[in-house]
């Protein structure tokens, strides 16, 4: 009966590191993909385009300010921002994505969020619905013709960690950011192609 039992959970066991490795394996093929569907650094399109997007014009170059307006969240007390979520509670988002849950929210829609301090900033979190950021988050609003969840993506890309300023306390300000320069296909439709696939 001992051994029965420590079978079934043992088994349980495998069964959840055998998803881990999916997960991680899933995790690496995503990276592999969004190299591929954004130019590379010199490049003016990326290595893969949809057969439907072949003969569609070069990507044309922008600066991040052209395709999103940025701004920093709202201040709310820590002690305000609870764990688990209850009734009539909005997922309330900071520098490193999810913190907790509040009974106030800033934003409701679909939105890229941006880590703007600490050892993490750059990090990339999507809101839906209605949500709070902080001030320790740059809420990107699209622009008009921009996908937002392709935006999402191009912000990963972007990889904004590296314009950071600041040694002791990492940190990402607006200004820095609306200066980046990006590669944006003018196809909406292609946006929302590769939004779709990853």
């Known amino acids: 009966e001992q051994q029965k039992i420590a079978d079934c959970l043992s088994s349980l066991d495998d069964l959840i590191a055998a998803e881990d490795k999916k997960l991680s ?4 093929h995503k990276k ?4 591929k569907l954004f130019p590379a650094e010199g490049e003016t399109v990326p290595e893969w385009r ?13 600066m991040l300010s ?8 709202k201040f709310v007390q820590a002690s305000e921002i609870i764990k688990e979520r209850k009734d009539n509670m909005y997922p309330c988002y900071g520098g490193n994505g999810l ?5 106030s929210y800033t934003h409701s829609g679909e939105y890229p969020l941006i880590g703007r301090q600490g050892a993490l900033c750059g990090n990339v979190a999507y ?4 949500f709070h950021a902080t001030e320790h988050a740059i809420v990107a609003t699209k622009g008009k013709d921009i996908s937002a969840k392709w935006l999402y993506y191009l912000l990963i890309d972007l990889q904004l960690n590296q314009h950071a300023t600041g040694q002791a306390q990492p940190g990402l300000s607006v ?9 944006i296909p003018e196809d909406q439709n292609e946006q929302q ?6």
Do not use: H
Request: hydrophobic share 35%; with cysteine.
């Open 50 to 62: 949809f057969p439907e997007f072949m003969s569609s014009s070069k990507w044309k170059e922008r």
């Open 25 to 28: 394996a899933l995790g690496e």
């Open 32 to 35: 592999g993909l969004m190299q």
């Open 66 to 73: 052209n395709v999103c307006a940025m701004q920093a969240g």
């Open 127 to 130: 809101g839906i619905g209605k």
């Open 99 to 103: 913190r907790g849950y509040t009974y």
């Open 175 to 183: 200004e820095t950011l609306e200066k980046v320069k990006i590669y």
């Open 193 to 198: 192609k590769i939004a779709d696939c990853l």
